[in-house]
């Protein structure tokens, strides 16, 4: 993880796009055990709708997430679709006129979505959904600015993921099956841990020069 | 069971294309055409109503869109809530310059998207209120029932509210309407066999046949039991005594709405309306205007669910008041 720039932003956008598409099939079943086993579906249309915008003329971040939140509100009104949409808003405001974020204010920007998230979705922080992973990573980039990267991210978003598969859930759809998700991935949690996989393997976000050949 | 379709993509639009060629007072409306509204809605400045949410329900949201009942809905995917886009929409073709009441069940994604619609809704100057259908007694305890779901009970504030807001009551009054119906109304459901999303090669749930789950929700959320099926009475029974059980001080007039999930047929919910009537009339409670057939459903789905509106005497003038939509008219 480095500076990130619409070239940075784009790489990671193309990204996610095949993570998600590659994820469909898992995390639909995921969601199947305490949902309608739509996740993965609803993601990758929303991933793919996203791909599709021309980031490349866009004059800063800020406008460039904006346009993202855009097609991702056009693909969905789920509610987890309907967060990332909210998190991509915040961001946008966070990154309003800049063209480049550095990676020291990465941790605080991934912060502002997730208090985004809470204020619009009405959860809190320990109920077992991606806001849980996002402020683990968050938190976890945040120890050490410096040499943040998306290894790290993966870490952390496993980390998320292992220390609350044995917790409920507590909101939305699975917080009424209560103690019967306990030893289950929440979906929103899953879908976050393998963005942050994908991205980590992917290496996007380097800029070419510190790209080791 | 298999499914007529197009392809899983076009499956809300086609539909919604269908239901505007089929029935002329209709119209879709919105960038995407997610929004339908009223062919011809009248130019009388008065209180708008608003509903949405994810598409599978039919005549849940969209077809409560006539005179006396909702001005406009904003459609989601399957299952999914309507966008924020699609809410502004149709708050804009529901304003009529006296307000606007967003009525709608009680879920993440719709809820969501109506707030951020109605903070831009606000910065227009439309004044917008807010009621969440949350009549699902099985998904959550009467102490909790600001967390349940809203179902099929939802259409009794759709018609109380809309007669109101046809009589020119400001959006106050409507609203206050609308939340009293709310709380006088109470549902349960039960599924006899799942759904499948459309394209989808799963069921959203797995039912064995010969099973029956008590209190599950219109997505297949889960109910109260699990168990072999038990005869109609002993169903109609136990669904009336939990109902009842919610009743809020003194009544003597109820509404009852017998629903099919989709596949159950008629025959099956006339057989639990017999057994209903019988035991409310042994109750000494008179039933005004029962509705029975398919109100709210989940596409294919086999159940049924049944809805109590305790009335008084605010709510029952405007339960029989003239209304009309393509799938309920009260003459």
Not at chain 2, 10 to 37: F, I, K, P, W
Not at chain 2, 138 to 161: L, N, Q
Request: charged share 20%; glycine share 10%; aromatic share 6%.
């Amino acid at each position: 993880m480095t500076d990130v720039t619409i070239r940075e932003i784009s790489a990671i956008v193309e990204r996610a796009r095949l993570a998600f598409d590659a994820a469909e099939s898992d995390l639909n079943a995921a969601d199947g055990r305490f949902g309608d086993g739509d996740t993965g579906t609803m993601l990758n249309r929303l991933a793919s709708a996203i791909a599709l915008v021309d980031l490349k003329a866009e004059p800063d971040l800020g406008s460039a997430f904006r346009k993202m939140a855009a097609a991702a509100s056009r693909s969905t009104g789920s509610s987890l679709g309907t967060l990332v949409m909210t998190a991509l808003l915040a961001v946008s405001k966070y990154a309003a006129g800049q063209s480049t974020l550095s990676r020291q204010a990465i941790p605080e920007m991934i912060e502002a979505a997730a208090t985004a998230m809470l204020a619009r979705g009405g959860a809190s922080l320990g109920d077992k959904t991606i806001v849980d992973s996002i402020a683990t990573v968050a938190g976890e980039l945040k120890t050490a600015p410096a040499v943040a990267s998306w290894e790290v991210a993966s870490a952390a978003s496993r980390k998320a993921l292992d220390s609350f598969r044995d917790r409920p859930s507590r909101i939305g759809r699975a917080g009424r099956y209560g103690n019967k998700t306990i030893g289950f991935d929440d979906p929103g949690m899953l879908a976050f841990a393998i963005l942050c996989g994908a991205l980590a393997r992917s290496n996007v976000g380097l800029r070419p020069e510190e790209v080791s050949e | 069971m298999s499914q007529i379709i197009n392809s899983a993509l076009q499956y809300v639009d086609e539909m919604l294309e269908g239901l505007v060629a089929a029935n002329r007072s209709l119209v879709r409306l919105g960038e995407a055409g997610r929004v339908v509204g009223l062919s011809t809605p009248g130019d009388r400045a008065r209180v708008g109503i608003v509903s949405g949410g994810g598409s599978g329900h039919l005549p849940l949201f969209t077809g409560y869109v006539g005179s006396g009942l909702l001005d406009a809905c904003a459609i989601g995917n399957v299952f999914e809530g309507p966008n924020v886009q699609s809410c502004m929409e149709a708050i804009r073709v529901a304003d009529r310059g006296r307000g606007v009441l967003c009525l709608y069940g009680n879920y993440g994604g719709d809820r969501m998207n109506f707030d951020m619609a109605s903070e831009l809704a606000e910065a227009e100057g439309i004044e917008t209120s807010t009621v969440l259908g949350i009549d699902d007694v099985a998904s959550a305890s009467f102490d909790e029932h600001s967390r349940r779901r809203g179902v099929a009970g939802i259409i009794y504030a759709y018609k109380t509210a809309g007669a109101l807001a046809a009589l020119g009551a400001s959006l106050a009054d409507v609203t206050e309407m609308a939340r009293r119906t709310v709380e006088r109304t109470k549902t349960i459901g039960f599924a006899l066999s799942p759904c499948r999303l459309p394209g989808a090669a799963v069921a959203s749930f797995e039912l064995a046949e010969g099973e029956i789950g008590m209190g599950m929700g219109i997505h297949g959320e889960p109910g109260i039991w699990q168990d072999r099926v038990k005869p109609a009475d002993d169903l109609a029974d136990e669904m009336l005594d939990r109902l009842m059980a919610e009743a809020l001080g003194d009544f003597r007039r109820v509404t009852v709405l017998v629903n099919s999930l989709g596949a159950t047929p008629l025959e099956e919910l006339f057989i639990l309306y017999r057994r209903l009537a019988r035991r409310l009339s042994d109750h000494g409670v008179e039933i005004v205007l029962p509705l029975v057939g398919r109100y709210t459903t989940s596409m294919e789905m086999a159940g049924a669910s049944v809805s109590l509106c305790f009335l008084d005497e605010d709510i029952e003038p405007h339960l029989l008041a003239p209304a009309s939509c393509p799938f309920w008219t009260v003459p």
